[in-house]
């Protein structure tokens, strides 16, 4: 299994260390959704890559399954002041999509996109360098459906908001557009470590 990837802020030093400012830890794995949990039949899911309106690149449950799968072990952190440390997670990295697609990024700007009809932006530079996956799997088993399962974005380094559950695609944007909860009032990059949580932090 492939371990590469996942860099930046590691798990080395303290557990005060690891807590970025204004956060508390949590033992429990909270469950946050703007609606009600999406029924996904794996058979039904699938997923799009798209340069703007234009779809480029279509995977089944099972060639999304078959592509390269990495593991990863991250702190993440909900804008709700909660943080959780060592989550370890199992999925398709944003580079080795990309690469799958054989797309060279057009824009350095993406929304993702789910089944709930949420969406979330997040730059390239942040999906891509081994710092964000598509995750299939929680703690060694199938993602629950709550914490988005089958699949969801994971982009460990920015609130937990960015992560998307329920993702069915990834879209490249001329410009960096605002996505469900940064059209209300959270900050379009939502980094922990500046404590970016509304639009004018
Ligand atoms: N599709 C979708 N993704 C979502 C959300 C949502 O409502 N819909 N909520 C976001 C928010 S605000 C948070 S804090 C995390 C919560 O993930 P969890 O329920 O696995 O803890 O999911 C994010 N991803
Ligand atoms: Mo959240």
Redesign the pocket.
């Known amino acids: 299994m492939a371990t590469r990837g996942f860099t930046g802020r590691g798990r080395s030093g303290s557990e005060a260390e690891r807590i970025p400012p204004g956060q508390h830890l949590v033992e429990d ?7 009600p949990t999406p029924r996904i039949y794996p058979e039904k899911w699938s997923f799009t890559l798209k340069i703007g309106p234009k779809p480029v690149k279509m995977w089944s449950w099972a060639e999304f399954n078959a592509l390269p799968q990495t593991k990863a072990t991250r702190d993440i952190h ?3 002041a909660w943080s959780k440390l060592n989550t370890s997670w199992e999925g398709v990295l944003i580079d080795d999509l990309l690469a799958e697609a054989g797309v060279e990024a057009p824009t350095p700007y993406l929304l993702a996109h ?1 089944y ?1 009809g ?1 969406s979330t932006n997040v730059p390239l530079a942040d999906l891509t360098g081994g710092r964000a996956m598509i995750a299939l799997r929680y703690e060694g088993k199938p993602l629950e459906p ?3 399962g089958p699949a969801r974005l994971l982009v460990p380094h920015l609130y ?2 960015k ?4 993702i069915n695609g990834l879209q490249f944007t001329e410009r960096d557009e605002p996505g469900f ?1 940064e059209l209300r009032g959270y900050h379009i990059y939502g980094d922990p470590w500046r404590e970016q949580r509304y639009t004018n932090d």
């Open positions: 794995f909270p469950v946050l959704s703007a609606g909900c804008v709700t789910s709930d949420y709550d914490h988005g937990f908001w992560s998307a559950k329920w909860w």
